[in-house]
T-cell receptor, first 111, second 116 residues
Framework: GNSVTQMEGPVTLSEEAFLTINCTYTATGYPSLFWYVQYPGEGLQLLLKATKADDKGSNKGFEATYRKETTSFHLEKGSVQVSDSAVYFCALRRTGNQFYFGTGTSLTVIP | GAVVSQHPSRVICKSGTSVKIECRSLDFQATTMFWYRQFPKKSLMLMATSNEGSKATYEQGVEKDKFLINHASLTLSTLTVTSAHPEDSSFYIC????????????FGSGTQLSVL
């Protein structure tokens, strides 16, 4: 079956530190992969996505590359800011707009 | 941008009571809405898919008589947890599909349900 596994948090980093949040998936076929972000008090928002192997999604300084050989879609950012503090969810698209999500990883960036 | 309003954000209730959670798309029409649930340290899991004017489709293992979903209009879907028990305590979140394709979805901010 399909599933998403992402690293457990919480993660605490100092401002300008490098961020990696690991995500691996199990799927039949080659689904589209996503990272969603939830800021405090808000709904999940699409951060970035990749639709096929070797695609790199990027947005707001965040990047993730669809790696078929390692079934991974790790989220990275070179220099985090306090405003990046949020919960990050890795997801794969099942059908239509139904998704499999990971557990979410809480990130806190301290000044 | 498109906004989905979900209420309440937090609710505490006694065991045996029913709780209704609302999900509204504020500036678009959503023919399809989705309800998800997340237990502590577990994945956010799809519970059901709700289509306006028809019965919801529930995922395997989700009791349709316990989790009543009503999608009576293109801007409102409700989830009612009937006869709630402590094991129903969870984070519930809805999402709405504006039908724009390209996997665009808009999420509510979630409801934390605690059943005493």
């Amino acid at each position: 079956g399909n599933s998403v596994t992402q690293m457990e948090g919480p993660v605490t980093l100092s401002e300008e530190a490098f961020l990696t949040i690991n995500c691996t998936y199990t799927a039949t076929g080659y689904p589209s992969l996503f990272w969603y972000v939830q800021y405090p008090g808000e709904g999940l928002q699409l951060l970035l996505k990749a639709t096929k192997a070797d695609d790199k999604g990027s947005n707001k300084g965040f990047e993730a590359t669809y790696r078929k050989e390692t079934t991974s879609f790790h989220l990275e950012k070179g220099s985090v800011q306090v405003s990046d503090s949020a919960v990050y969810f890795c997801a794969l698209r099942r059908t239509g707009n139904q998704f499999y999500f990971g557990t979410g990883t809480s990130l806190t960036v301290i000044p | 941008g498109a906004v989905v309003s979900q209420h309440p954000s937090r609710v505490i209730c006694k065991s045996g009571t029913s709780v209704k959670i609302e999900c509204r798309s504020l500036d678009f029409q959503a023919t399809t809405m989705f309800w998800y649930r997340q237990f502590p340290k577990k994945s956010l899991m799809l519970m059901a898919t709700s289509n306006e004017g028809s019965k919801a489709t529930y995922e395997q293992g989700v009791e349709k008589d316990k989790f009543l979903i009503n999608h009576a209009s293109l801007t409102l879907s409700t989830l009612t947890v009937t006869s709630a028990h402590p094991e129903d305590s969870s984070f519930y979140i809805c999402s709405a599909d504006p039908g724009q394709g390209d996997e665009k979805l808009f999420f509510g901010s979630g409801t934390q349900l605690s059943v005493l």
